[in-house]
C-alpha cells in the first residue's frame, strides 16, 4: 500500500464563536415596554440621571457607561438582541469606556475575562451623552458591542 491509502484524512477545523445581533428584537424591547424614548440614564441609573439635572459634580464618567452597559447588556441577552455563545454570559467579559488619545472620541473596550492574557478590544463608539434614549441604543451601541464581544472571542 502507498503512503496514505486506506486512511482517512481528516482536516481540523476550528469555529469562531459567534455573537448574534438582531437590532429588532431590541425595537421590540423597548417598544414593548414603552421606552423608546426614555433616556438610558432614567431607565438604569435614574438617581444618577437625577445629579446630572442638578448639575452635580460627578457627573456620567466612563465608570457610568461600564455599568449601564453591563445592565443593557443583560437585557439584550433576555430580549434576543444579543445572542452569546453557549457558556458566555455578561461576566464573561470586561467591558469598558475610555476616551481616545487626543479625546475627540469615545471607545468601548471589550476583553475576554479568561484567559487573563486575551486581547483587549477597541472600537470607536458614537459620543456618549446624558441625551441617548432606549430607541437609540440599538444602532448607536448593541451593534458596536456585539461586535467587539464577537472579536473578542475570536
Not at 481616545?100 to 487573563?116: C, E, F, I, K, T
Request: hydrophobic residues 40%.
Amino acid at each position: 500500500m502507498g503512503a496514505g491509502r486506506g486512511q482517512t484524512r481528516r482536516t481540523q477545523a476550528t469555529a469562531t464563536a459567534a455573537v448574534a445581533y438582531d437590532e429588532g428584537k431590541w425595537d421590540e424591547f423597548v417598544h414593548g415596554a414603552d421606552v423608546k424614548s426614555m433616556n438610558v440614564f432614567e431607565y438604569y441609573a435614574p438617581k444618577l440621571l437625577q445629579k446630572l439635572e442638578r448639575g452635580t459634580a460627578g457627573g456620567p464618567g466612563y465608570a457610568s457607561w461600564d455599568m449601564i452597559f453591563r445592565e443593557l447588556l443583560e437585557d439584550a441577552i433576555a430580549c434576543g438582541a444579543v445572542v452569546l455563545p453557549r457558556g458566555y454570559d455578561v461576566g464573561s467579559f470586561e467591558i469598558l469606556f475610555t476616551a481616545d488619545a487626543d479625546g475627540a472620541n469615545d471607545l468601548v473596550n471589550v476583553r475576554r475575562r479568561l484567559p487573563r492574557n486575551s486581547k483587549l478590544i477597541k472600537h470607536y463608539f458614537p459620543h456618549l451623552n446624558k441625551w441617548l434614549v432606549m430607541g437609540e441604543v440599538g444602532p448607536r451601541g448593541l451593534s458596536v458591542l456585539a461586535m467587539s464581544l464577537h472579536e473578542a472571542l475570536a
